[in-house]
Every structure is written in structure tokens, then in C-alpha cells.
């Protein structure tokens, strides 16, 4: 089954994404998204990372609540200082030492940082041992780095390794 879907989850996506894009189930619609739904998940399998195989649920879902709690918590402290004098801004690259070792894990502490307003993942080193962040407002530069490795990295650890 996982060489006909090697991603049945994604498989699943796309399909419903193409049914709630035409807004419509037909059975040339149904046919059409099966096809891609398989198509392109088979195409593009090489490139995606290998899965963990075991997931911890218990640290999984504080990993999301803490994640959205800092996405509502960054959105308001940009609103503020953007909103606010150019003055107040300080932003400033970190570079953030990389415990994790699985790519997928390295992949989703970067994705997250990404996605909390005000940081974003620049790059990750050579040697994935360093990942390069910018920050809209760092105040100590310890801190930032201790922080995001404490609130993502340890629980995706925790969880994928």
C-alpha cells in the first residue's frame, strides 16, 4: 500500500482540496482528483523526508497549544511595535544551535519559528548543526535562542526522536 500511496495523508488533502475547489462531486471530478491525488504524492516522493515512526500524542498537543499561544501572543507584539516608533524596533539574526538530528525534526523547528510572527528561518547549516533566525525584536539574544529551543525544539525532540 505505501508504494501505491506513499503518502495517503497527503493523498487525502489533495483530494478533498479538489472536490472544495470545484465545489461540486461528479464522478469525472472524483476520478480526475483520485488521479492526482495519487500522481503527485508517487512523482514527488523522493523529496520528502523520511517520517518518524513513532509520535508522542501527550507532548503533541501542548506542542500546538503552545505554538498558537505564541502565534495570538507575536501577532499582538507586532501590531504593537509596528504601529509604534521605528526606534523601538531592534531586530537582529540569531544563530540557534541545532540539537535535533532527524531531518524531519529539523524541518518542523524551523517551520515553526517561521511561522511565529516576527522571526523567520533565514538558514540552516551545512551540517544542520545551526539554523539562522531573524527576529523583529530581540531584546537579548541569549534569551531569544534559549527560548525558541526550550518551547519547540525540546518538545518536537520529546515527541519525533
Known sequence: MTRFLPQPVISTALLLTWLLLHNSISVGLLLSGAILAV??????QHFWPEYPRTV???PLSRLIGVVLYDIVIANLR??????GPRSRLRPQFVVVPVSARQPFTITLFASIISLTPGTVSANLSGDRRSLLVHDLD????????????????????????
Open 39 to 44: 500522481a503527485l504524492p508517487l512523482g514527488t
Open 56 to 58: 508522542r500524542l501527550v
Open 78 to 83: 507586532m501590531v504593537v511595535l509596528i504601529l
Open 138 to 161: 530581540v531584546e537579548d539574544a541569549e534569551t531569544a535562542v534559549r527560548r525558541m529551543k526550550e518551547r519547540y525544539e525540546r518538545p518536537l525532540m520529546e515527541i519525533f526522536e
